[in-house]
């Protein structure tokens, strides 16, 4: 199975592997990835099944991500190389 | 500490000192020990009162003619443990110190020694070491088997006249099981609420359980994996954020257990300070429109590089409105400088 990320899905997948579940602005301060491009990567990632996205109304915009355990599995296995998160150039 | 409704062993709050189930067993092992030391020390050769060798003696009798149903009543009770402990895997512990399941034991450790008497009646030759062990781990079949008291002379065996005491015990035991679980279902209640009041947030929630599941050693691959995908179902965006407290506290007690929400609880509660990263930027977003914002932001920040990071995040941007740019603008500002550089800057006048 190989999935293709982009520099900024990475980005926030290994943020959100890193830091747990953050706000979509928490994970815009960390990987300096715009807002506009944060909320298009996350739905991206979203559609792809790697990370959820849910309304919370204890976070100031009003939206947490969490990995899913799809993307634990891969990013877990990806540092074990026995699969590849193949960057897209 | 979130005591279980119904877990009996947890102490109610006392200034009087109290023995702990450690001090009863050791007082148990000693008392054992010195009745054994009693039974094998040869009085007969020391010079004592004539009614201690006679006491010694009826002792030896006793404990020689008794010893199988000890032992048989000691394996129906671990046989009684065991049943409770496969029955509420997640919650042994507190399933082992509700009342019934004190009972179910009870009962098991005397049902055993009259399901050996029976067999004693029924088969007295039989090797005693090999049947006590049959009884004490099986007695339950025993128990289940229809003793035919009268029999139908010709009859098919509808009119015999049995007794029938495993309907009974089995009606026992389902009694005690459903009242453990109603007295465990209690104390998850409990701790589930005050977990949720403890840790309000869907953030800290998901963390907690997360760990819970990263945490175990005993979990296979498959389970965790299992685990995880149950996680995420919690989180799901069409779950009500309430469902999804409950169900994330739910799921730190079932796989932390107890004693790791006694010590989530325990810890003491820290107190949201005014400048903490959450309240700063709430401070900010509620303060300042998205232009002042802005401005504050190119004033704390020197940088050339976080400075066009603001000018950029400020234009419009597909699926965002001016409240989502503020609060990606003020938690960018917050990670940048610090909360309490912000804070400090919103309540002085900038300097000229």
């Not at chain 1, 634990?72 to 074990?80: A, I, Y």
């Not at chain 2, 609060?327 to 400090?344: D, P, Q």
């Amino acid at each position: 199975m190989k999935i293709e990320l982009d520099d900024k899905e990475q980005k926030v997948l290994n943020t959100l592997a890193r830091s747990g579940v953050m706000s979509p602005s928490q994970v815009s301060a960390e990987t300096w990835i715009l807002p506009g491009d944060t909320l298009a990567v996350i739905k991206s990632l979203a559609d792809a099944g790697l990370v959820q996205m849910r309304d919370d109304d204890d976070s100031t915009d009003g939206k947490l991500v969490a990995l899913t355990a799809q993307a634990r599995d891969l990013l877990d296995v990806g540092s074990k190389q026995q699969m590849r998160l193949i960057s897209k150039r | 500490m979130a005591p279980l409704a119904g877990a009996e062993a947890t102490p109610p709050s006392t200034n009087e000192p109290r023995r702990g189930p450690g001090g009863w067993t050791v007082l148990i092992v000693l008392l054992l020990l010195a009745f054994a030391v009693f039974l094998a020390f040869p009085m007969e050769t020391v010079s004592l009162q004539p009614w201690v060798p006679a006491l010694q003696a009826q002792l030896r009798t006793v404990v020689g003619q008794g010893w199988p149903y000890v032992a048989v009543a000691l394996l129906g009770a671990i046989v009684g443990l065991a049943e409770i402990v496969s029955t509420f895997p997640n919650y042994p512990r507190e399933a082992l110190r509700t009342r019934w399941a004190q009972n179910l034991v009870l009962v098991n450790a005397v049902a055993a020694p009259l399901a050996l008497a029976v067999v004693q009646i029924y088969a007295p030759t039989t090797n005693l070491i090999l049947t006590v062990l049959g009884v004490g781990i099986g007695f339950q079949a025993i128990i289940r088997t229809r003793f035919t008291l009268a029999k139908q002379i010709g009859g098919s065996g509808e009119g015999d006249v049995s007794l029938n005491l495993g309907w009974l015990y089995e009606q026992f035991q389902n009694l005690c099981k459903t009242q453990i679980d109603l007295e465990l279902m209690n104390g998850r209640r409990t701790a589930v609420t005050r977990l949720i009041e403890r840790y309000p947030t869907l953030a800290e929630l998901h963390d907690i359980a997360e760990y819970t599941v990263i945490a175990r050693a005993t979990l296979t691959s498959d389970e965790e994996k299992a685990k995880q995908a149950e996680l995420d179902r919690l989180f799901d965006p069409k779950a009500p954020a309430n469902v999804a407290r409950t169900g994330l506290a739910l799921m730190i007690l079932e796989n932390g257990g107890q004693a790791y929400v006694d010590l989530l609880l325990s810890q003491p509660a820290v107190p949201v300070k005014s400048t903490s990263p959450e309240s700063v930027v709430k401070s900010l977003i509620d303060r300042y429109s998205l232009n002042d914002l802005v401005a504050l932001a190119l004033r704390l920040m020197t940088s050339q590089q976080e400075q066009n990071w603001v000018q950029q995040a400020a234009q419009p941007a597909p699926g965002m409105n001016e409240a989502s740019q503020k609060a990606f603008i003020a938690r960018f500002l917050v990670e940048r400088i610090g909360a309490e550089t912000a804070l400090k800057a919103m309540t002085e006048p900038p300097a000229e």
